[in-house]
């Protein structure tokens, strides 16, 4: 291999050099700060000053006023939480729930949903404190097609009983829409 004479390579200039022809100085002093930056800083010296200050006092009247009332306050530790229910009522929750998760959910939502597909908007469904009934709010255009879905929601398979709680003419934008409101009551699953 031939040896490559030190002269053929170009003449990199130092960094040093670069530097000064660009005016940068790494090894000089910082300039201090103008005089707006101390003002700004001494006024939010000043500002955090007062506000602990104030924070403070206002503690010390609170805890002032709550002894003249004679108000003491719990410590965390001793602070006194609800008793929990007893176990026959626990187990009565216990039932219930497993009673509503029991329920065919997917059956009766498919009832609700594909008796008059596009005919009725649902709004609201609410189940009620009793197992197996429910509370269902849906809008129609007419009463005609608010009749017609109860009327089919009654022969839906889980379904066992649908009454009319009320209803009322409403306008939704542009548009007047009969806003009805049905109780329904369905099999329980056993």
């Known amino acids: 291999m031939a040896r490559m004479d030190k002269t053929a390579w170009p003449a990199w200039p130092r960094v040093s050099d670069m530097a000064q022809r660009l005016g940068m100085n ?11 930056g101390w003002v700004l800083l ?3 010296v000043l500002t955090l000053v007062v506000s ?13 006023a709550q002894t003249s009332l004679g108000v003491r306050s719990a410590p965390p530790e001793r602070r006194v939480t609800a008793p929990l ?8 929750v216990r039932l219930r729930t497993q009673t509503q998760m029991a329920q065919p959910w997917a059956r009766w939502l498919d009832a ?3 008796v008059e597909p596009g005919a009725v908007a649902l709004i609201d469904i609410q189940l009620q404190s009793s197992p197996a009934q429910a509370r269902v709010t849906g809008e129609a ?9 109860l009327e089919r929601l009654q022969g839906a398979s889980p379904i066992r009983s649908v009454v009319l709680a009320s209803h009322e003419q409403v306008r939704v934008g542009e548009a007047d829409v009969l ?3 049905l109780d329904l009551q369905w099999e329980p699953q056993p």
Do not use: C, N
Not at 26 to 36: D, I, N, Q, T, Y
Not at 52 to 61: L, N, S, V
Not at 141 to 149: I, P
């Open 112 to 114: 609700l949903e594909g």
């Open 85 to 92: 229910p007893a176990s026959s009522e626990l187990d009565k």
């Open 26 to 36: 790494f090894v000089g002093h910082r300039p201090l700060a103008s005089g707006l």
């Open 179 to 181: 806003r009805f409101v």
């Open 52 to 64: 602990a200050t104030a924070w403070i006092t206002a503690r010390t009247d609170r805890e002032a």
């Open 141 to 149: 255009r007419d009463m005609g097609q608010a009749l017609r879905y």
């Open 42 to 44: 001494v006024a939010g």
